[in-house]
């Protein structure tokens, strides 16, 4: 929070539960769209956002989804310590105006901490249209706190809202100067007398409870956080004693909201009635089996034509340019050839890849993220994945995982422990990415046909299932059991979906772009000097004489590691320098037993690299090489069987 | 609490109405994240087959609980319909 210093801005914090649009909230406030999903648990960061409003600047903090203040959302820390470490000055509780009685613990747990409170009944279209009214002014008055309508999705109230909260927390921070008088914030005596006094019993033991202990979360850091006025001291001990006012503000709660709730039961929303059918085998398994097939037909018709488009204006355009100037400015021959494997293919794979695969899917993906829907396969999932010790949560990267691993690496960072993130992300390796699938299909599909192209993925599918039960079976543990809100359905926001898709294309590109040019560069060099073939006679042992391959395609196995898609043009390449003239085309250089070999081990065999530092990345170098050896070996074995049952070794 | 007979959550029907008796202690904080604590009133809105999930409502949210974790959790058998 350096910035807010510098910037000695008020500080607001948002908080509200999963799924009540406080990011959309955020984005409405301050004008920007950014990363969301209408999937619990999903504001793994913490994003901090200036305002301008007219009672003055602000920074605006979204802090994860949240329960109550002393649930876990994130990291294993009670919610209070993240809310207290964003020194807020007021808190913006965003809270559904079509459930108040679920929202409302919430709001009065942040009025009990002693800080200026503004609440957002935020939803108030998808309240009004369940026939769902909430008398706001009488809600003020039972909270003493203000409560305003708000609609984040098309903006309604938002600006209001936050220049509310905005002007109590330049009026808190007056307050601490001395230049404004204080107000008493919470009246005495919410709570029935047995609580209160056992609340300010709490309350005055306050600074010796410092003997308590030295966890992280240490509540001896309360009597600190008092002390600095960062909340009151009954607000402290609301927090050391949940246990004895979370069910008191339950109970609360429901009492208002039946006092302030008008509902006119309506006729029931076809968004609820698919939210409905969509959690049921049938006819969810058909919904579940059209959004693949709709996913896959996109990426593959689309992603396809898109990139012959930019392959063919990359050969027509940027190539003759890139390779002048190369031949140019570099003398040496070997070197220049080596550069423009990374500058001119190198570039082209990663547009051509990246472009029409991975960004098509980042915006499906950002799409059905934001329709709620994802949290329904996570439903009908559960079951199959609970098999691979994994909770249906897993779904969700997994489906990813089809269009690059990497992102799909990150997704994990959902799932609740260390084990399930390892055991999901050795899937996540498994699923054939886009290049991959690009590989097989290309291998496959014009030398041996339709039918034994889907028993190759049918195979790939079959190898990830043993592989995830058997991982299952040697990591210590149990998984932890799904216990998750459902997102309700609704229409994705086209501005929310691409402001997604976009950042995580940039973060693709960042991490992919100096891999695969370098990458590239370093192949181009071993090749162009030709340090390539004495490499062949180390691996032929396992290639020719236990794959049954012809000897170059080791090589473009072992460089496939820096870019799957190349697996097969480098093939080419390596073929007709081998054999000269006459190696046209794959078929030439293998039989169909061969290339069926060749496209699963390329498919299952160690993850590109850009997988692999996004695995040492996220779970450490030992766990991303022990994957990747299991991968490799996994490969070896199940490509030798192969050959043996089809004649090939 | 009254004297009406239990019955786990993972075995009342589709469409019952009911109140939770009592949820197990292991799996109390998960399921409190979600707003079911002891004392609420739901309805089963779905129970997915093969052992998989079930999916309860609480006021307007539905929540999708683990098999396991719904076997634990006592409800009212004499579920309203």
């Not at chain 1, 706001?136 to 098309?154: D, E, I, K, S, W």
């Not at chain 1, 002390?227 to 927090?239: F, M, V």
């Not at chain 1, 040019?517 to 071993?526: C, F, K, M, R």
Request: proline share 7%; charged share 15%.
């Amino acid at each position: 929070m350096t910035d807010r210093h510098a910037a000695g801005l008020p500080v607001v914090a948002l908080v509200g539960r999963s799924n009540v649009g406080k990011t959309t909230f955020l984005a409405r406030a301050s004008g920007r769209f950014a990363e969301t999903t209408n999937a619990p648990g999903t504001t793994v960061r913490r994003e901090v956002r200036e305002v301008r409003t007219r009672a003055g600047r602000a920074l605006l903090v979204d802090l994860p989804g949240t329960g109550s203040l002393t649930d876990r959302p994130v990291s294993g820390l009670p919610f209070w310590t993240a809310l207290l470490a964003a020194e807020p000055d007021a808190i913006l509780v965003v809270a559904d105006a079509g459930d108040v009685a679920r929202h409302l613990p919430l709001v009065i747990a942040c009025r009990d901490l002693g800080l200026p409170v503004v609440v957002a009944l935020n939803l108030a279209d998808e309240a009004a249209a369940h026939g769902i009214g909430v008398d706001a002014g009488r809600l003020a008055q039972l909270l003493a706190v203000p409560v305003r309508r708000t609609v984040a999705r098309t903006g309604d109230g938002v600006a209001g809202a936050v220049a509310l909260a905005v002007s109590r927390a330049h009026r808190r921070r007056g307050v601490r100067a001395g230049t404004h008088a204080p107000r008493a914030l919470v009246p005495a005596g919410t709570y029935p007398p047995a609580v209160e006094r056992a609340l300010a019993a709490a309350a005055a033991e306050l600074p010796t409870s410092r003997a308590l202990g030295a966890a992280a979360f240490d509540p001896s850091r309360l009597g600190g956080f008092v002390a600095a006025g960062a909340l009151s001291p009954r607000g402290a001990a609301t927090l050391l004693l949940p246990d004895l006012v979370d069910p008191v503000r339950r109970a609360l709660a429901v009492r208002w909201a039946a006092e302030v709730e008008a509902v006119h039961p309506g006729r029931r929303l076809f968004a609820d009635r698919l939210g409905a059918w969509s959690i049921r085998p049938w006819p969810g398994l058909l919904i579940l089996a059209l959004v693949l097939a709709a996913t896959f037909a996109l990426v593959s018709v689309v992603g396809a034509a898109a990139a012959g488009l930019l392959s063919g204006a990359w050969a027509t355009f940027a190539s003759p340019v890139i390779d002048g100037l190369v031949q140019v400015l570099v003398p040496i021959p070997e070197l220049a050839a080596a550069l423009l494997w990374g500058l001119d293919s190198g570039i082209l794979g990663l547009l051509a890849v990246g472009i029409p695969y991975v960004l098509i899917f980042y915006l499906l993906v950002a799409a059905l993220e934001d329709s709620g829907y994802l949290t329904s396969l996570a439903v009908l999932t559960d079951r199959l994945l609970g098999g691979l010790g994994l909770s249906g949560r897993t779904a969700i990267p997994l489906l990813a995982a089809t269009g690059c691993n990497v992102p799909a690496i990150y997704g994990t960072r959902v799932l609740p422990t260390r084990r399930e993130r390892v055991l999901a992300s050795f899937l996540v390796t498994l699923v054939p990415c886009s290049a991959r699938s690009a590989v097989v299909v290309a291998a496959l599909m014009p030398f041996a046909g339709p039918a034994v192209t889907a028993a190759a993925f049918a195979l790939i599918v079959a190898v990830t299932l043993a592989a995830g039960i058997a991982a299952n079976a040697m990591l210590p543990g149990r998984q932890s059991p799904l216990v998750m809100e459902l997102a309700p359905l609704r229409r994705p926001l086209a501005r929310q979906v691409a402001a997604k898709a976009t950042a995580r294309f940039r973060g693709f590109v960042r991490m992919a772009a100096p891999v695969m040019i370098a990458g590239s560069i370093a192949l181009g060099l071993v090749y162009e000097t030709g340090l390539v073939w004495p490499a062949t006679a180390i691996l032929d042992p396992v290639v020719v004489g236990w794959l049954g391959l012809p000897s170059v395609a080791g090589l473009a196995l072992a460089f496939a590691f820096l870019r799957k898609e190349l697996a097969l043009q480098l093939l080419l390449v390596l073929a007709a320098a081998t054999a000269g003239a006459g190696v046209a085309s794959l078929g030439d250089l293998m039989t169909p037993g061969q290339l069926f070999v060749y496209a699963i081990v390329t498919s299952v065999s160690v993850p590109c690299v850009a997988t692999l530092a996004a695995l040492a990345g996220e779970l450490g170098w030992r766990t991303a090489v022990a994957m990747s050896a299991a991968t490799l070996g996994l490969a070896i074995g199940v490509g030798g069987v192969l050959a043996r049952l089809l004649g090939v070794a | 609490m009254d004297a009406s007979p239990s019955i786990p959550l993972a075995r009342l029907p589709v469409g019952a109405h009911t109140r939770v008796i009592s949820v197990p202690p292991e799996d109390a904080d998960r399921l409190a994240a979600e707003g079911l604590h002891r004392g609420d009133s739901l309805e089963v809105v779905a129970q997915l087959p093969l052992g998989g999930p079930v999916v309860a409502r609480l006021g307007r949210a539905r929540v999708a609980i683990a098999r396991t974790v719904a076997a634990g959790i006592l409800v009212e058998a004499a579920g309203r319909p």
